[in-house]
């Protein structure tokens, strides 16, 4: 049987050197780097998509139905949110969020503009990778999130083992943005590994807190986030790939082997992505 299954968080390599767009360069050679401590088994395997068409291509092999796009905005690495839209636009089976840095001093015009004008599905940011880093309960960052609100849309919020300081990936932050923010959709991308307990209960209070464990589900104590969803968080985790970071095929493979009850992979696969980003494929 065929499954629907929208991947939460994928990047071309062609979009940055950071995704490993140049072969000999130190960021290549980083992306292969983790795509080893990832598990996969060929470790440049992500020089194949050097063009959109071979990524879409990639995509469809995989048996993705959808994948969703998301660049940077930080200090280190901005990638356009009007690149995003370029990419994703022409292709049905790409979905574009955008990004903003918050500490931007057009953070909320960008906001605006990137939903209003663009039509992108939602807003990503990173405050552990600011300067200065902050938690993602930082009183500064509280506007982007009324913004989202007002929108309508979700905030994905970034963070996990190569956030700068770790302390940045604790989860207990997400609380207290979920609490101020109720109606607000709150994605936590890497499912803020290696704080996998912390993630599960503030998820556990919180429904409106999705997670998105991507490529970090693998490692160890990934297995209680497939724990969680066979019990109360089946309609709050979410599957993702982390491309170029592992590989594609292998992952969605991997993925529907872990345990997941067949009563709650759709949801998973596709059906919390759907209802989150108010489409249907």
């Excluded at 906001?111 to 902050?134: D, Y």
């Excluded at 994605?187 to 503030?202: A, D, K, L, R, S």
């Excluded at 590989?247 to 969605?252: F, H, N, S, W, Y």
Aim: charged share 20%; proline share 7%; aromatic share 10%.
């Amino acid at each position: 049987m065929k499954r629907k299954i929208i991947d939460m968080r994928s990047r071309p390599s062609f979009l940055h050197d950071f995704y490993g767009a140049t072969p000999g360069t130190a960021e290549y050679e980083a992306a292969r780097w983790l795509n080893r401590r990832m598990g996969s088994k060929n470790d440049a395997h992500f020089v194949r998509s050097g063009t959109v068409d071979a990524f879409v291509e990639e995509v469809r092999e995989a048996g993705i139905t959808a994948a969703v796009v998301v660049g940077r905005d930080t200090p280190a690495l901005s990638i356009a949110n009007d690149r995003i839209l370029e990419i994703t636009a022409p292709h049905k089976e790409l979905i574009g969020i955008a990004s903003v840095d918050p500490q931007k001093p057009d953070a909320l015009d960008e906001i605006e503009r990137a939903v209003k004008q663009l039509g992108l599905a939602g807003i990503n940011i990173e405050p552990g990778f600011g300067s200065p880093a902050l938690k993602a309960d930082d009183p500064s960052l509280y506007p982007i999130y009324e913004a989202c609100d007002q929108l309508g849309i979700p905030v994905f919020l970034m963070s996990g083992p190569t956030t700068p300081n770790l302390e940045h990936a604790n989860p207990a932050a997400v609380g207290g943005i979920a609490r101020a923010f109720p109606r607000l959709p709150i994605v936590c991308y890497h499912g803020f590994y290696p704080f996998v307990n912390e993630m599960i209960g503030v998820a556990f209070r919180h429904e409106n807190v999705h997670v998105v464990p991507d490529m970090y589900i693998f490692l160890p104590g990934g297995n209680l986030y497939v724990r969680a969803a066979n019990g109360f968080m089946r309609d709050q985790l979410l599957f993702g790939t982390s491309y170029p970071f592992r590989a594609m095929g292998q992952t969605v493979d991997d993925f529907l082997t872990l345990g997941l009850h067949e009563q709650v992979l759709d949801n998973v696969l596709f059906r919390n992505a759907e209802r989150l980003l108010k489409i249907e494929l």
